[in-house]
């Protein structure tokens, strides 16, 4: 039985980057990439820093309340994804700043997925592109 309800980013694969606040998620291992909306990147910034889910619940965010189905069903989604995984660590006390900051949001939590650029990004740049052109032309198969 876990203590919390803290979560961690599920591999190294997953790396991540706050563009002015909000989230950019990528899956190096599928060349999936992932964004969220403004109150759907400070959730995904602080369930991936450790924070207990439950802390949140009840937080103003995207215009409303953060309800524990709403939650529940964003962290199933990021679970799904392959973003999470329920972590056994301690879970890290909720920033000071974060209240405000999901306040400040007016988007419902949702994620979006994309695999537009999939195949470019799961190349690697050194050993799969085309001689003399270089990147981004993909080798072909011959």
Not at 48 to 62: C, E, P, Q
Not at 85 to 114: C, I, K, M, W
């Amino acid at each position: 039985m876990r203590d919390s309800d803290a979560y961690s980013v599920a591999s190294r694969d997953i790396v991540f980057e706050s563009f002015d606040g909000e989230a950019v998620v990528l899956n190096l291992a599928n060349g999936k990439y992932f964004g969220f909306s403004d109150s759907g990147s400070r959730v995904w910034q602080a369930l991936s820093s450790g924070v207990d889910a439950r802390t949140l619940i009840g937080l103003n965010a995207g215009g409303s309340t953060l309800g524990a189905a709403e939650l529940e069903h964003f962290i199933s989604q990021l679970l799904e994804l392959g973003l999470l995984v329920p972590s056994e660590a301690a879970a890290r006390p909720l920033p000071g700043e974060l209240p405000a900051e999901l306040a400040a949001t007016s988007e419902p939590l949702t994620v979006s997925t994309h695999d537009d650029l999939a195949d470019l990004i799961i190349v690697d740049p050194i050993h799969e592109v085309e001689e003399p052109l270089g990147w981004p032309a993909v080798k072909q198969a011959s």
